[in-house]
């Protein structure tokens, strides 16, 4: 089994690529994220062409903001949108869906980013992070959380902390709730499997981050241990954010019991000009 997840940013924006992406990688469940479609519009807007390709859908969205989706041609059964209890800003947001997919419960999050520390979102952010762990708490052993969670969980899943100072994504008490989550007994699939290897999935539009290679881990799939025991490959794909019309976001694949492309490398294809002298370079929101 293939599962994705991604970040498509505006799913009716990314479907000149999306598609044609389905065609080529095969993946058997996909988690989206940021869809920004009502369940309506989504259904209407991909309805058939997913109906061809042999996938049902669980979508849980919201006109112009948020919504996640969970695509899958291995079965999808009781499919439930939402967190139970989750906290809203100030009404609870589209911001996960979860069911079953070939044996695994599949949850997909899009997390709040949180904005500033300190803030009013910053406090969302970790409240709606305690109700996603309370409800993986109960979750079957096989299950597997992929998503946004708009979290770096180490130094090193960014280019370069000193850039980061002052900002969300990498503040003790977010990395604290999610390892909170993973103390469940989630495995973090991609960087188990690529100790020490520069993997990023997001990259901002501006000041050429991109093609500098200068972005963070912020899209994990976060596997329980029966799982995580069937992992054969576990990668960023890269190509995807390549090219016109991107999301900022690549996908995250992993591949359970046979690796179709065999285990290729953490990041694929990698970056040809990556930056990595720390200190040179400022988010473009610091400039």
């Known amino acids: 089994m293939r599962i994705a997840s991604w970040n498509v940013n505006s799913i009716k924006q990314r479907l000149p690529r999306f598609l044609p992406w389905l065609d080529e990688r095969e993946p058997d469940v996909v988690c989206l994220q940021e869809t920004k479609l009502s369940d309506e519009a989504f259904i209407e807007a991909l309805g058939g062409e997913l109906s061809k390709r042999g996938y049902e ?3 849980h969205g919201e006109a112009t903001w948020n919504g996640v989706a969970i695509v899958s041609r291995a ?7 939402g967190i139970p209890d989750s906290p809203g800003f100030p009404h ?20 709040p980013n949180g904005r500033v ?7 969302y952010k970790l409240a709606w992070l305690e109700a996603l762990r309370k409800m993986v708490m109960g979750a079957p ?30 503040t003790p008490a977010e990395r604290q709730a999610l390892a909170g989550l993973m103390g469940l007994g989630l495995h973090d699939v991609v960087r188990e499997r690529w100790p020490g290897k520069r993997i990023f999935t997001y990259w901002d539009y501006r000041a050429g981050m991109f093609h500098q290679d200068l972005g ?21 794909d890269r190509q ?13 694949i992993v591949d359970l019991d046979e690796a179709p492309d065999g285990d290729i490398g953490p990041v694929v294809p990698p970056p040809s000009r990556p930056a990595t002298r720390r200190g040179a370079v400022k988010l473009p929101q610091s400039r």
């Open 57 to 59: 859908m669980a979508v």
């Open 216 to 236: 963070m881990r912020i899209d994990l799939v976060l596997a329980s241990d029966a799982v995580a025991q069937r992992v054969k490959a576990a990668w960023i």
């Open 141 to 170: 052993a096989a299950t597997v959380v992929c998503g946004d969670m708009n979290i770096a969980p180490s130094d090193e899943d960014v280019f370069d902390p000193a850039a980061y100072a002052g900002h969300t994504h990498v």
């Open 75 to 81: 079965g999808l059964e009781d499919p439930a949108p």
């Open 240 to 252: 995807a954010r390549k090219g016109t019309g991107p999301s900022d976001h690549a996908p995250v």
């Open 117 to 123: 520390p300190g803030s009013e979102h910053y406090a």
């Open 92 to 111: 609870p947001e589209a911001r996960a869906v979860s069911a079953t997919c070939g044996g695994i419960r599949v949850i997909s999050v899009y997390v």
